[in-house]
């Protein structure tokens, strides 16, 4: 009786104080956490680090597998930097009469009006060159090298059989008509083509003297023309052509190659099993592949000739034209010009 009258006298105070001790109670014995309750976390080894706080324990590599490192993947090989101001520097490859497709290609280069800060031509491609440095006109290059007769290159017997490896100096009638007796030192545009010594076993990039001598020794070579003193075309020197460009100002260095392998089971010369098509296959193949000191290639469409088919030079400048325009579309843009 006592104690229910005491229950019934607690004051409203009293009976919310107690109802909040009992809800704290409540609320604490949800958080506690027993043992059993909180996952085992290991013991760092020496030399170990520990696990930062927030992430998952670093797991002991003496029970797993070592994990074996993959290496970066290579960086692509860079583009060539086109210059904010480009000088052109352009390289005439060899090729016989596959050369006759630079022409057209020098007169897209004349109607892109790309200027050109230094030339150098390879083997039939030398005297297109040099006519080119010397007046710098497209026209010009067409209206000489066309005045190139068939006998001056290949002498022909009765039958019609062409004799290879003449004379080179059976062009001198045409280099003095063509040049007028001037020296490539007195070109408007600096000019150089390679020959190799075979005595010395050098090459040299030939830029002065007379006009015939310097022919000779860049336009020897096989099947056309036997060596001259020893020296023959440079026909591989290409790099030692380009770091010359550059040393004349140029500062992006254009390939034309014209030696594209021939079509439809033809060879490089009339009798595919001669000697002379295995070296001309063996000089394709060289200027297929990355040339140090070249910024770009220009390759000319002149699959349907091999280098001896002189006859079918107005077809072969005609072919060079139509392929070197499309190409130097987009070498133009990339110019600025």
Request: charged share 20%.
């Amino acid at each position: 009786m006592s104690s229910l009258s005491s229950r019934k006298n607690k004051s409203p105070v009293m009976r919310a104080t107690c109802g909040a001790l009992a809800l704290l109670f409540m609320v604490g014995c949800q958080t506690i956490r027993t043992r059993k309750d909180v996952p085992k976390q290991p013991v760092p080894r020496p030399g170990q680090p520990s696990a930062p706080v927030g992430q998952a324990p670093i797991p002991d590599r003496d029970d797993e597998e070592e994990i074996a490192e993959v290496p970066p993947a290579p960086p692509p090989p860079p583009a060539p930097v086109i210059p904010t101001m480009p000088r052109i520097g352009i390289i005439l490859g060899g090729g016989g009469a596959k050369t006759f497709a630079h022409i057209g290609f020098l007169h897209e280069l004349t109607r892109a009006k790309v200027p050109v800060q230094a030339i150098g031509g390879v083997e039939f491609a030398a005297p297109m060159a040099a006519l080119y440095a010397n007046k710098g006109l497209a026209n010009d290059v067409e209206w000489q090298m066309f005045k190139l007769k068939d006998e001056e290159i290949l002498k022909k017997s009765l039958l019609g059989a062409a004799s290879k490896n003449v004379d080179v100096t059976n062009l001198r009638d045409f280099l003095n008509v063509a040049f007028n007796r001037i020296k490539p030192e007195d070109f408007r545009v600096p000019f150089a083509c390679p020959a190799n010594s075979l005595k010395k076993n050098q090459v040299y990039l030939m830029n002065r003297g007379s006009v015939d001598q310097v022919m000779y020794q860049c336009m020897a070579y096989p099947p056309f023309f036997k060596p001259y003193e020893g020296v023959v075309a440079g026909v591989r020197d290409i790099t030692a052509l380009a770091n010359y460009l550059r040393s004349k100002g140029a500062n992006f260095i254009v390939f034309v190659n014209v030696l594209q392998p021939p079509s439809a089971g033809k060879a490089y010369v009339p009798d595919p099993s001669g000697t002379d098509n295995v070296l001309w296959a063996e000089i394709a193949g060289s200027y297929s592949k990355p040339l140090p000191g070249i910024d770009s290639v220009i390759s000319l469409e002149t699959s349907g000739y091999d280098i001896m088919d002189f006859e079918k030079r107005r077809e072969i400048m005609a072919k060079g034209a139509d392929s070197a325009a499309r190409q130097l579309k987009t070498l133009t843009r990339k110019w600025g010009l």
